[in-house]
């Protein structure tokens, strides 16, 4: 190991945050008053008691009684519970019990659905191992990482979890994982050199932080911040203050229930007041109109409606790999206007790939991605042999023998151990025809010089047999190969190597966002070992390799079934420009993406920063800050805003956009914790097919709807018309209450099964404040109302003039009503296009089950002699049956030849505009 030279103590405010990165390591140490040997016991004692154990603040959750009760905060429910109690107090004691079971099973479905939004909190907790190893007093120890103070020397190897914000003091070969913190897509080398001031996180090079993976080497930090004082505890703080926003089906949800209470209250009022002034109805039977007001308008159903058609959008979406672990969230993903997306294993595979190389006979594209070893060679747009360029083996040579890293097919796959980078270089090795095993056996190695930071590079030295002089293989930093290199390999021999034409090459694949290694070899050596030394010269430069992070090539396509959608698709990544915009190009978000900083956004006020977050295409080199500041500057905007991510980083704006989505495989726990959504397949194409699903689950919830109000309208409205014009009413408070038990649940419910119409995934996403009640809706509430109203009437007094019984006539007018709402629910099952509704006559099975149960039901409630007498009904004759099916599809024809007329007349007015 080596120590950085010590310049002299920088003495700054203690009560400015203090960029420890960018100090020296002397300078580090005498603030921290840390000699080299470590903190002696008494005083890392003390320390503990000043600051504390090093872990994050356990947040107190709601206890499940307030959990529960949360569940009845919202005024429909109260407006039910207010009718059941209405009911109760008059003697209706089954009606007040259904209005309960109804409310109560609401309930405990959402109760069930949720309690798990904090446990981000645990999770990230969870990342901190629970022992680490320090330096106390010129002693080795294994400690709790809890017991870990600002100060003390913490000692890194392979394979550990970094216990907490580190100021690296002595590093050999260190490599780690950030990929959870910062995006990046491979473990980062570190060093002790101080970084410039103000550097972003994931360019803090001198620094380890808590939560994340040493990947190699060796290292000494010093603790310089601890639980909740660490990046990891920043983190957690942010996602405790964030807020979660109410999704759009909820607050759609409240404004409908007020509007429905005010106007029922309203009705309910009016109608009473009304009864007693013109002294038609005594107040006891004043009392039970109210209470059959309250029973026909309220859609007691609807909550459990909705609740089981959002269950059943999760069913479906798991079938998809999508796993919804809140309800509501299947509804919002169908108003999805943006998708924020992380870039690191969401767009892209996590896994590096060799795209380009670069010898002296040009460049060659490489086909295929991730670990797997296939894909070909093409040159000049030419197919290329690989076998037939001497260059490019020798360079696939160098890259397999130049490699700690090691490939298997395990499990139907293909699984690396080692560097990622070194990984996709045994893999091109492999594509390019070389066989690991048999060219080990064939090219010994003999020693090795690790790569370093200092120096730059890797070196081995391999012998073929006995007698044979050796050769040195080399790969490391382009800059640095360029350096100790003076000829170049050619397909001839070698020739002198123009430096310029090279750094031009180098550039070239920089700005394709592609990270760049260099390939040398010096062709003899003597002796079995080497050292700097023997590189000084003779090396030949074979060629470069340029790497990427590729996209899934399932991300391409959902990312163009996205914009086809209306769905902006916006990349954010803790990346290089670069690299980000060239990944950016590939998958699709534009021909030239723009591109925003984190140093950019930092330099933004409110407006500028909504202005680039409606323009930009990515955002590179962003911190968790950045990222929650776009989501909250799009819903600003107005917009319904799903945010992606698989990192602890991404966790504080999976929180607060309307629709988190967690990647299940490669994901965090934090990150899965703090969404709404997790794919199981870690696919982003399963977003596509989740909002697909939420659009149906939308379009049906609205079915659902125009469904029910028109029908609880009608009934409503009949009794408001019996009270005004001094009538007998066509149907009783009892039997209004049948009716909404019977067709809530029996026919209601099967809209939830509707399948998703076609088109769906070609209209733009509704807008976030889009009412559930549109005009259409409200008209058609309206207009169906009056023809229920006309339909009940006409057959009461038909049925009358008939000198039937008032018993007979209202059992008759309830079948009507229940005959008018089989064949309105087949006019409701498509919403887009008038067209379409005459395929709603065909059905699914789960509109005719339940039409099947309905036509039961009302048969018992005809005929039965026990429903007869608990709903006070009476037998029907055959030809009384086929009246009630004939206004039914009277009222088919009816609504289906408005819904013809109004769709031209719109078509038409869009045509003269």
């Not at 670069?358 to 093409?378: C, H, L, N, R």
Request: with cysteine; net charge negative.
């Amino acid at each position: 190991m080596t120590r950085s030279p010590e310049p002299a103590i920088d003495h700054a405010d203690n009560n400015e945050p203090t960029d420890w990165a960018a100090l020296p390591v002397a300078t580090v140490l005498a603030r921290q008053g840390t000699p080299e040997n470590g903190l002696e016991p008494a005083e890392a004692a003390r320390r503990l008691a000043e600051h504390g154990p090093n872990r994050l603040p356990v947040a107190a959750g709601r206890p499940a009684w307030r959990r529960l009760l949360a569940q009845f905060d919202n005024l429909l429910i109260y407006v039910l519970l207010a009718a059941a109690l209405l009911a109760g107090a008059f003697g209706h004691a089954v009606d007040a019990a259904v209005i309960l079971v109804v409310v109560l099973v609401n309930a405990l479905i959402g109760y069930v659905q949720e309690g798990r939004a904090e446990d981000a909190l645990a999770a990230i907790r969870s990342m901190i191992d629970p022992e680490a190893t320090v330096l106390r007093g010129g002693e080795r120890l294994a400690i709790a990482a809890e017991a870990i103070v600002p100060g003390d020397l913490v000692l890194l190897e392979a394979g550990d979890r970094v216990p907490a914000d580190l100021r690296l003091v002595r590093t050999r070969n260190l490599a780690v994982d950030e990929a959870a913190l910062t995006g990046e897509s491979v473990p980062v080398e570190k060093s002790v050199a101080p970084t410039a001031p103000g550097a972003v996180l994931s360019e803090r090079r001198s620094m380890a932080f808590s939560g994340t993976l040493v990947t190699g080497g060796q290292g000494q930090g010093l603790v310089v911040a601890t639980g909740s004082r660490s990046e990891l505890g920043r983190i957690s703080a942010m996602i405790g203050r964030v807020e979660e926003l109410k999704t759009p089906l909820l607050r759609q949800m409240d404004q409908f229930a007020r509007r429905v209470t005010f106007v029922v209250l309203a009705l309910a009022a009016a109608v009473f007041v009304l009864a007693l002034l013109r002294q038609v109805l005594g107040v006891d039977e004043a009392f039970m109109v109210v209470v059959g007001l309250f029973v026909a308008a309220i859609p007691e159903g609807l909550p459990a409606v909705m609740t089981i058609t959002l269950a059943i959008g999760v069913q479906r979406m798991a079938a998809r790999h999508a796993i919804i672990r809140r309800l509501p969230a299947v509804e919002t993903l169908g108003a999805v206007s943006v998708i924020c997306s992380d870039k690191t294993g969401t767009l892209t595979r996590n896994e590096m790939t060799v795209r380009s190389v670069v010898t002296a006979e040009g460049m060659i594209e490489v086909a295929g991605s991730g670990y797997v070893p296939e894909g070909t060679f093409d040159q000049d747009g030419a197919p290329l042999d690989p076998q037939a360029s001497p260059t490019l083996q020798a360079l696939a040579e160098t890259a397999l023998h130049c490699n700690d890293a090691d490939l298997v097919r395990r499990d139907g796959g293909w699984q690396m151990t080692g560097d990622p980078m070194e990984g996709a270089l045994l893999t091109l090795a492999i594509k390019a025809g070389l066989e690991p095993a048999a060219q080990r056996r064939r090219l010994r190695r003999l020693d090795a010089i690790p790569f370093d930071a200092a120096h730059r590079f890797m070196a081995t030295l391999h012998r073929e047999a006995a007698g044979d002089p050796g050769r040195v293989l080399v790969k490391g930093a382009p800059e640095r190969l360029l350096e100790m290199c003076g000829t170049v390999l050619t397909a001839a021999g070698t020739e002198p190597l123009d430096h310029a034409a090279w750094q031009a090459r180098i550039a070239e694949l920089a700005e394709r966002g592609e990270r760049v290694l260099a390939f040398a070899l010096k062709p003899t050596h003597a002796g079995d070992g080497i050292d700097h030394a023997d590189l000084a010269d003779g090396l030949v430069l074979i060629g470069l390799a340029g790497f990427i992070d590729p996209p899934r090539d399932e991300a391409v396509a959902a990312v163009a079934d996205c914009h086809a959608a209306g769905i902006r698709v916006v990349m954010i990544t803790g990346d290089h420009a670069l690299t980000a915009r060239s990944i950016a190009r590939r998958l699709g978000l534009a021909e030239e993406p723009v591109v925003v900083t984190g140093r950019d956004l930092d330099a933004m006020d409110d407006a500028a920063l909504g202005r680039a977050a409606r323009e930009t295409h990515v955002f590179a080199r962003t911190t968790p800050e950045h990222k929650l500041r776009l989501v909250q500057a799009l819903q600003a905007a107005g917009l319904t805003v799903a945010m992606t991510g698989d990192g602890v980083n991404d966790a504080p704006a999976l929180k607060r956009a309307d629709v988190g989505v967690a990647m299940g495989r490669k994901g965090t726990a934090a990150a899965r914790d703090a969404s709404e959504m997790v794919l199981a397949d870690d696919n982003f194409a399963s977003i596509v097919d989740a909002v697909r699903e939420g659009r149906t689950v939308y379009d049906n919830l609205t079915k659902v709807i125009a469904w029910t109000l028109p029908t609880n309208g009608g009934e409503a409205l009949t009794i408001i018309v019996a009270v005004l014009a001094g009538l007998a009413l066509p149907i009783t408070p009892v039997q209004i209450l049948w009716v909404n038990m019977v067709t809530a649940l029996a026919l209601g419910l099967t809209l939830a099964f509707e399948p998703t119409e076609p088109g769906t995934m070609e209209r733009p996403p509704r807008r976030a404040g889009e009412p559930l009640l549109k005009r259409d809706v409200v008209w058609r509430v309206f207009s169906v109302s009056v023809l229920f109203v006309i339909g009940a009437y006409g057959v009461f007094y038909w049925s009358i003039s008939r000198g039937l019984p008032i018993e007979a006539a209202r059992t008759l007018v309830v079948n009507t009503i229940v005959a008018m709402e089989i064949f309105y629910l087949f006019s409701v099952r498509y919403v887009h296009g008038a067209s379409l509704s005459w395929q709603g006559v065909l059905g699914t099975p789960a509109v005719l089950i339940g039409v099947a149960i309905v036509t039961v039901l009302q048969l018992a409630f005809t005929y039965a002699p026990w429903l007869q007498l608990a709903f006070d009904t009476r037998a029907l004759s055959m030809l009384d049956g086929l009246l009630a099916i004939a206004v039914g599809v009277g009222l088919f024809v009816v609504v289906e030849v408005e819904k013809i007329v109004r769709s031209r007349g719109g078509r038409a007015m869009r045509h003269d505009n």
